[in-house]
């Protein structure tokens, strides 16, 4: 461990034990140690090309809504596959001692991942934002009837064969058309994401109650990449856009945990380790 790292996670510390609340705003990054892939990085699939079939996609390609409505068979064989493997792992060991640390504190998680693994792992489900959805749900590729009808519990996903194309495409169960995952894909703006309002504003009620007693308040942000997609943080603001930080007067500073990131930001700390690693260290 270098000189740097040690000053940053002793640095980090003091803002924790400092702080009133805590912030969590997680990415991908988060569940890479219980062995689901990133979209970036060196075990990343973003920028890795995928043999489906016999044509070679790009990650963002498959997870992109163009590809649900264009080419169904071989989103939803890769997806399906995608899911099954998030649902055979475990949170790991790092999801265990962030809670055990944090969870006498005021906290709330803002996250992108769709695996549930802070509900798996024992977070209070009613201090959990899921920006991004949930892969244990599914929605219709018809936009009404979603605002009619809302989504369905994801049960029965298609079977795929060796090549990873979809032996068959999931129906909604209202009007029998094509569902697909509920959760916000590349381009997408017909992700139905209703069923995370109260979620939301749940956030927002913290953050007013945060406010109005001058709480001090730290943002850790753990996995985190730097796609346009991501919740990062910079400058208390988030790249994806996709809410806004309300401005604090005692906002006491951001710890990013995040490995081989050189990016610089002068208001935060930067711990650089994986997930698991870098929480062990900031509580340990």
């Not at 244990?136 to 809302?150: A, D, S």
């Not at 795929?160 to 209202?174: G, H, R």
């Not at 997408?188 to 406010?211: S, T, V």
């Not at 990449?225 to 604090?248: A, D, Q, T």
Request: glycine residues 8%; charged residues 25%.
């Amino acid at each position: 461990m270098t000189k740097l790292i040690k000053e940053n996670i002793n640095s980090a510390k003091k803002l924790i034990k400092d702080a009133d609340a805590i912030l969590l705003v997680t990415g991908a990054g988060m569940s890479v140690d219980s062995g689901i892939p990133t979209y970036r990085g060196s075990n990343g699939i973003w920028e890795k090309e995928i043999q489906i079939g016999k044509e070679t996609v790009a990650y963002d390609e498959i997870s992109s809504l163009k590809m649900w409505k264009e080419h169904p068979e071989l989103a939803w064989g890769f997806k399906a596959h995608f899911y099954k493997l998030m649902n055979s792992l475990e949170p790991h060991q790092g999801y265990y001692e962030l809670l055990k640390h944090i969870k006498d504190k005021e906290y709330f998680i803002t996250t992108s991942n769709i695996d549930g693994y802070f509900k798996r792992s024992g977070f209070d489900t009613n201090r959990i934002y899921e920006v991004h959805g949930s892969v244990n749900y599914l929605q219709c590729m018809n936009k009404k009837c979603n605002e009619m009808n809302g989504v369905s519990v994801a049960e029965n996903l298609p079977d795929y064969d060796d090549m990873f194309i979809a032996k068959w495409l999931p129906q909604c169960k209202y009007c029998k058309n094509m569902s697909r995952p509920n959760v916000s894909m590349f381009g997408d703006y017909e992700f139905y994401g209703k069923p995370y309002e109260h979620q939301r504003k749940r956030l927002n009620d913290w953050f007013a109650n945060i406010k109005k007693y001058n709480k001090k308040l730290v943002i850790l942000e753990i996995g985190c990449g730097i796609n346009p997609h991501s919740l990062r943080m910079s400058n208390g603001k988030m790249m994806s856009g996709e809410w806004k930080m309300p401005v604090f007067d005692n906002n006491i500073g951001t710890i990013r945990i995040n490995p081989g990131d050189e990016q610089d930001d002068i208001n935060t700390i930067h711990i650089n380790k994986g997930a698991k690693d870098g929480i062990r260290s900031l509580f340990n």
